[in-house]
């Protein structure tokens, strides 16, 4: 069993920052990519940024320069570090991760999201 629990959102105001985390636990042998993704109302979940083991990340291009993804690997922990946060941001983030697990093999797992609320 795997759980990723997300904490981190609220409320905000434009311009402010917000940073979001996730931890993994559970039955894990490694951790190979981890990736936060978003659903604003009424919209369909998108990607937002994603690391991988080796460190390699990407970002989608309304969050480049404004947003950092970054892992503890020792702490099976992603972060999200939200910079000049404008209201188009408002929705639930979600985390993702790429677990191998012992026993089990490779799986993909989400948390439950996390709302980031971006409004004057």
């Known amino acids: 069993q795997v759980q990723l629990v997300e904490s981190g959102g609220g409320f905000m105001r434009p311009g402010g920052s917000l940073r979001l985390s996730c931890v993994v636990s559970?039955?894990?042998?490694?951790?190979?990519?981890w990736g936060w993704y978003r659903q604003a109302p009424g919209k369909e979940r998108e990607l937002v940024a994603t690391i991988s083991n080796g460190g390699s990340s990407n970002y989608v291009n309304s969050v480049k320069g404004r947003f950092t993804i970054s892992r503890d690997s020792a702490r099976n922990t992603v972060y999200l570090q939200m910079n000049s946060l404008k209201p188009e941001d408002t929705a639930v983030y979600y985390c993702?991760?790429?677990?191998?697990?012992?026993?089990?093999?490779?799986?993909?797992?989400w948390g439950k999201g996390t709302l980031v609320t971006v409004s004057s």
């Open positions: 559970g039955n894990i042998f490694s951790i190979n990519n």
């Open positions: 993702k991760v790429h677990i191998v697990q012992v026993g089990v093999g490779d799986a993909y797992y």
